[in-house]
């Protein structure tokens, strides 16, 4: 507690980047869903048909139209990162829709931005086939066919979707649940890393087992105490704020994700300490700690589904904390399963707590022998 408090960069590193974290994605993701997207629209036609297109494009809660003179103006600004996609209405298009001649409605949409490109392409989409619907709608009409006939033909299958766990496809409820976690899990394994390899850096750890009666069990459990109990804190009160004061989805019980976050903290900090008894070198545990944790981030399944990832790479996602936590929350939070849903997961967190216990004698050796590079 002593060096805590004399070393800055504990605090720092732990409690002041989660706070800006949290404070950072809780307003960045405050809309929940991107809106006004800027999509652009050349309308080479010019119609009442064209004009109510470009209306109906405008009112979405995604989409803001960007009208340009031609093609290249609008290829131009698509380019530059300007606008998320744009349409081109061809000409004669009111004549040959009224004729049955199909015209062509083309769009393009910059996927290389992942989330504007996807949103702006289903918006475009969906005006695009409610456009062709009041079409249809306008010529069976002109043909005497009455509404219920007509319901049929415009959309002869009905589609009933239920989003589970995030019916507003809020992207905050979608990332910030697992974003948190991850960066909680990177926190800790850094943290944990300097502050055990600190004492071989500065060689302080011969006096340190001295204190411990010569243990390396009790220094370690006596070191790590005081940076549990903060990063228990931290969790802890993330979990609070995402499902009490931001209001998330939580169809299980607080207590529950309680359990789910002690036991995801504990086992970071395992892996932190095979890390740095298995790498007895400060600089070194420390690369090895954040190259680790980042992969945590893809190897999670909460972007990219591991189901669809290599058979080997699904063998090595279990080595991350972070992928049964993210099990683990969606079996509480999203399905409210209890127990019989997470139990599993709690077992893959537990069995990381055996892993300081394959390093203790080797690191034990390191403390009392300092025979290691410090520079």
Known sequence: MRLIRQRPVYLTASVGTFTF????????????????????IVDNDCSSLSREIRRQL????????????NYREAREALQTGSINAFCVIPENFSEDVQAGRQPVFTFYVNS?????????YKDVLTMANLASGAVQREILTAKGMDKTEMAGMLQPIVIDAHQIGNTT???????????????????????????????LKYGTSRHLLEKAGNSTITALTGK??????????????????????????????????AVGMILFVLACEAVAIFIVGTIPVLRTAISVSAIYSVLAFSMAGFTFPVEAMPPYIQGISVLFPLRHYYL?????????AGFGGWWEEAVHMGVFLFLPFLVLKRL????????????
């Open 21 to 40: 974290c949290i404070v950072f994605f809780l307003t960045f993701f405050r809309e929940g869903i991107p809106h006004d997207l800027p999509i652009g």
């Open 58 to 69: 405008d009112v979405t809660e995604l989409g803001k139209t960007c009208i340009f003179g």
């Open 112 to 120: 290389l931005y992942f989330v504007g490109g996807s949103l702006a």
């Open 169 to 199: 496809t809020d992207y905050g409820v979608y990332l910030t649940n697992v974003l948190l976690p991850g960066i909680l899990e990177l926190i800790i394994i850094l943290v944990t890393v300097y502050s055990t390899g600190a004492e």
């Open 224 to 257: 790590l105490v005081p940076y549990t109990i903060l990063f228990l804190i931290l969790g802890l009160t993330c979990n609070i704020i995402l499902y009490r004061w931001a209001d998330f989805p939580l169809e299980g019980n607080l207590p529950d994700m």
């Open 328 to 336: 683990f929350y969606v079996q509480e939070a999203i399905f409210g």
């Open 364 to 375: 034990g050796k390191a403390y009392r022998r300092l025979d290691y590079p410090r520079n």
